[in-house]
Each structure stands twice: as structure tokens, then as C-alpha cells.
């Protein structure tokens, strides 16, 4: 894969936290700052902001479906350096609900750091990250859709932010977990869109 070593989740918080300066900041400048090698840390930092309370603002589940994709590409591709469409990178993010989230997500990375080590790291090489890889393309073109039924988007990005934690501590079993939680995605949509 694109990025081998093992990086502490809570060190990609930290790296995003020290890229916040002013009202906003540009994607692009997180790019840098977590470096164009960086997959999985990328995948994991935009998926937490999916899933954070900044998920509130119009657009973000849709912008980070886009991201997510395309990282996703270009690791099925086995490119080692990232690229992304200067539409996306010149998006703004709000600084203030920006460090509001990271605050808000120390927590739960900080408890899922305590449970991962490295394990069934047969799972995080060729051919079988191919599966998930696949999955997670087919979910992210579901999630702009997801904007609108409630609860769904966050499971989505949940999703994708295990996968990408399990990439970063080598650890095989959160692969197995967002795989299996894939399957609570049509079940949320089906449930929160159609029912009652």
C-alpha cells in the first residue's frame, strides 16, 4: 500500500489541529500538512470530519465522498504520491467548527488506539485490500445521497475512518469491522429514509 508504517490516529488529530489558523483553511493546506504520501491518514481525517459535528455544514458529507474516492483510486491504482482536482483542494473549512470537531473526536480515536495493535496484517496487503477498497468506492458514490437521510452519512463515514485507523496501526480486525458494518449502511438508509 501506499503507506506501510504505522502511525498514533491521535497524531494525525494532532497534525490536523496545527494546520487550523484564521476563519478557514484551505483542503489543500491539510494535504501538505499530512503529506502526499499520506493515504490512509488523509482517508482517516476526512472521514472524521464526516463524521464530526462538522458534518452539520451543507456539502461536507458530499466533499468528503469526493476526497474519499479519489484516495481510494489511486490506492487501487498503487500511485505513491496523491493527487487531488483543484476544485476539491481549494474548498475552505472553517477553522472554529474545524477544532470543534477534533476536540470532539480526541475521545473515541484515543479509545480505539487503546484496542488496535498490529494483527492479521495478511488483510492490509494485495489482493485482499482490494475488497474493501472496492467497497468503500461504491459507498462513498452513495454518500452525497446520504445527505439528506439522517444518521446514515455518519455510519457511512464511520466506516471509512475504522478502515483507514486499521491502514494506520496495521491492525487487520478493524478492516474485518468496517467491512461488516458496510452491511449496517443499507439497513440505516432503508430504515431512517423510508420508515415511519
Known amino acids: 500500500m501506499a503507506q506501510a508504517q504505522t502511525h498514533g490516529l491521535s497524531d494525525v488529530l494532532d497534525q490536523l489541529e496545527e494546520t487550523a489558523h484564521g476563519e478557514s483553511i484551505a483542503v489543500q493546506e491539510v494535504v501538505e500538512k499530512l503529506g502526499r504520501h499520506a493515504f490512509a491518514s488523509l482517508m482517516l481525517v476526512f472521514s472524521l470530519i464526516s463524521l464530526s459535528p462538522a458534518s452539520g455544514i451543507p ?39 474545524l477544532c470543534k470537531g477534533v476536540g470532539w473526536l480526541r475521545r473515541p480515536v484515543q479509545a480505539v488506539e487503546k484496542l488496535s495493535r498490529p494483527r492479521l496484517r495478511i488483510l492490509l496487503h494485495r489482493p485482499w485490500i482490494y475488497l474493501p477498497l472496492v467497497l468503500i468506492l461504491g459507498l462513498t458514490l452513495l454518500m452525497p445521497v446520504m445527505e439528506v437521510v439522517p444518521t446514515s452519512g455518519s455510519i457511512a463515514s464511520g466506516v471509512i475512518a475504522l478502515f483507514a485507523a486499521g491502514l494506520l496501526t496495521r491492525d487487520g480486525v478493524f478492516v474485518l469491522i468496517s467491512l461488516a458494518l458496510l452491511l449496517a449502511v443499507p439497513v440505516a438508509v432503508w430504515h431512517f429514509g423510508f420508515s415511519g
Open 59 to 97: 456539502g461536507v458529507t458530499t466533499v468528503v465522498a469526493a476526497i474519499v474516492f479519489i484516495l481510494a483510486v489511486q490506492m487501487v491504482a498503487g500511485r505513491q504520491c496523491l493527487w487531488l482536482p483543484r476544485f476539491i483542494t481549494r474548498r475552505q473549512l472553517s477553522t472554529a467548527k
